[in-house]
């Protein structure tokens, strides 16, 4: 099976360039040669992520802030009081009711329908049918339920397998890189935005485009927030479903525990995987005041500071013993009540994923339906590939099958 490691538990993901288990005695904040300040500890990371002397740095904020001041700027690039009350309103499209609700049925019919295509096929690429669930859930609580055909086509065009390059003015492939990127905003407008805009211009509905529209935002700055929440609930939703399923298809004894678990065993158990295997490797925030890091460390104002979530993930200050193994025990001890393990795969402070415990839900919803399909086995292990600029994995060519 291509790609596929042999020891059981131990992380799949391998990243360029990415270093071992940090050592015990490892400092956990240092500054790099190229002046940017590296976080490799727990407590340390949630102080720098959890601070209001902070702002994003990375994912593109450099674009946003050559944007005309009275452009409405995603919620991924705003920080400060405007930032905490955006997140205040929309606080209630991810509470655990409106989870249990509203998109556990969505969940469910979705998955559903992913395993018929399955049974129906014989054999399926895993990665397609994660993502039709991520696309459907997150259309959900978007707003983006009156697409045309091709929603899925138009978001991998969107978010392809590898970078364009880099877009500008200067180059024929910064021309041909900014016209594909220009093309492909604008069908996801046309085909997406603009007719979920449409509808609830005529009637509003308890989505997020109806709160943005009441807000009075433009169809433009529509289109950003949605493009913001595609990336992170659709996405990296989809990988996260594959990497746990890869784990479960390869390790028979981890794979017996999920079977048997009840829904809050599984879920911990499913945490504790992306916690070895986080999407997004790295976060970066830039010091508005001086941060001081466990009265020990001093960042300037004006720094900026990587956080190396897959490390931090490794502290076993924090997350006991073997931290470089999936470990049931510790999911366990998560769901009986324990102090849940202060990992960061979902990122901490006021820019953590709101969506944290909807992509968990889903991803178990699909693999316990997937696991108790008889005769469902893995054919070939998925092909790994990584976006640089965002610091993530991606799966593809994940074969499965049911066999006879």
Request: hydrophobic residues 40%.
């Given at each position: 099976m291509r790609g596929n490691r042999a020891v059981a538990g131990a992380r799949k993901i391998s990243r360029p360039g990415a270093r071992a288990e940090p050592a015990a005695d490892a400092c956990p904040v240092g500054r790099g040669p190229d002046g940017v300040w590296r976080v490799t500890g727990v407590q340390e990371a949630r102080a720098v992520l959890?601070?209001?002397?902070?702002?994003?740095?990375?994912?593109?904020?450099?674009?946003?802030?050559?944007?005309?001041?009275?452009?409405?700027?995603?919620?991924?690039?705003?920080?400060?009081?405007?930032?905490?009350?955006?997140?205040?309103?929309?606080?209630?499209f991810f509470t655990p009711r409106r989870v249990g609700e509203h998109y556990r049925p969505v969940m469910e019919r979705v998955a559903e329908a992913q395993l018929t295509r399955l049974r129906t096929a014989g054999e399926a690429d895993l990665t397609h049918l994660a993502f039709r669930l991520a696309i459907a859930v997150a259309a959900e609580v978007i707003g983006l339920t009156d697409s045309r055909p091709g929603i899925q086509?138009?978001?991998?065009?969107?978010?392809?397998?590898?970078?364009?390059?880099?877009?500008?003015?200067?180059?024929?492939?910064?021309?041909?890189?900014?016209?594909?990127?220009?093309?492909?905003?604008?069908?996801?407008?046309a085909g997406d935005v603009r007719p979920a805009v449409r509808a609830r211009r005529h009637r509003r509905r308890d989505d997020l485009i109806s709160h943005l529209l009441d807000e009075g935002c433009s169809a433009g700055e529509i289109l950003g927030e949605c493009i913001t929440f595609a990336a992170a609930g659709m996405v990296t939703t989809r990988e996260f479903v594959s990497v746990a399923a890869w784990h479960l298809f390869t390790d028979a004894d981890l794979l017996a525990v999920y079977r048997a678990a009840e829904e809050p065993e599984r879920l911990a158990l499913l945490r504790e995987i992306l916690r070895l295997e986080p999407v997004i490797a790295t976060l970066r925030r830039r010091a508005t005041a001086d941060l001081e890091l466990g009265g020990a460390v001093r960042i300037p104002a004006g720094a900026v500071v990587q956080i190396d979530i897959e490390a931090a993930n490794l502290d076993a200050r924090a997350v006991g013993p073997d931290p470089e193994r999936v470990r049931p025990a510790r999911a366990g001890q998560v769901a009986r009540g324990a102090d849940a393990p202060p990992v960061l795969s979902f990122g901490d402070g006021p820019h953590r994923c709101p969506g944290a415990d909807i992509a968990v839900l889903e991803t178990d919803v699909f693999l316990r339906r997937l696991f108790a399909e008889p005769g469902v086995r893995m054919r070939t292990a998925p092909r790994v590939s990584f976006q640089p600029a965002l610091g993530s994995y991606e799966l593809r060519e994940f074969h499965v099958e049911i066999a006879d």
């Amino acid at each position: 099976m291509r790609g596929n490691r042999a020891v059981a538990g131990a992380r799949k993901i391998s990243r360029p360039g990415a270093r071992a288990e940090p050592a015990a005695d490892a400092c956990p904040v240092g500054r790099g040669p190229d002046g940017v300040w590296r976080v490799t500890g727990v407590q340390e990371a949630r102080a720098v992520l959890r601070s209001h002397d902070t702002v994003q740095a990375g994912l593109g904020v450099e674009t946003t802030e050559k944007l005309p001041s009275f452009y409405r700027r995603p919620v991924l690039y705003r920080d400060g009081p405007e930032h905490r009350e955006d997140r205040r309103q929309t606080a209630r499209f991810f509470t655990p009711r409106r989870v249990g609700e509203h998109y556990r049925p969505v969940m469910e019919r979705v998955a559903e329908a992913q395993l018929t295509r399955l049974r129906t096929a014989g054999e399926a690429d895993l990665t397609h049918l994660a993502f039709r669930l991520a696309i459907a859930v997150a259309a959900e609580v978007i707003g983006l339920t009156d697409s045309r055909p091709g929603i899925q086509r138009r978001l991998e065009a969107f978010f392809p397998d590898r970078p364009f390059g880099r877009a500008g003015f200067t180059s024929a492939e910064g021309l041909r890189t900014l016209a594909r990127q220009n093309r492909n905003w604008l069908r996801i407008y046309a085909g997406d935005v603009r007719p979920a805009v449409r509808a609830r211009r005529h009637r509003r509905r308890d989505d997020l485009i109806s709160h943005l529209l009441d807000e009075g935002c433009s169809a433009g700055e529509i289109l950003g927030e949605c493009i913001t929440f595609a990336a992170a609930g659709m996405v990296t939703t989809r990988e996260f479903v594959s990497v746990a399923a890869w784990h479960l298809f390869t390790d028979a004894d981890l794979l017996a525990v999920y079977r048997a678990a009840e829904e809050p065993e599984r879920l911990a158990l499913l945490r504790e995987i992306l916690r070895l295997e986080p999407v997004i490797a790295t976060l970066r925030r830039r010091a508005t005041a001086d941060l001081e890091l466990g009265g020990a460390v001093r960042i300037p104002a004006g720094a900026v500071v990587q956080i190396d979530i897959e490390a931090a993930n490794l502290d076993a200050r924090a997350v006991g013993p073997d931290p470089e193994r999936v470990r049931p025990a510790r999911a366990g001890q998560v769901a009986r009540g324990a102090d849940a393990p202060p990992v960061l795969s979902f990122g901490d402070g006021p820019h953590r994923c709101p969506g944290a415990d909807i992509a968990v839900l889903e991803t178990d919803v699909f693999l316990r339906r997937l696991f108790a399909e008889p005769g469902v086995r893995m054919r070939t292990a998925p092909r790994v590939s990584f976006q640089p600029a965002l610091g993530s994995y991606e799966l593809r060519e994940f074969h499965v099958e049911i066999a006879d």
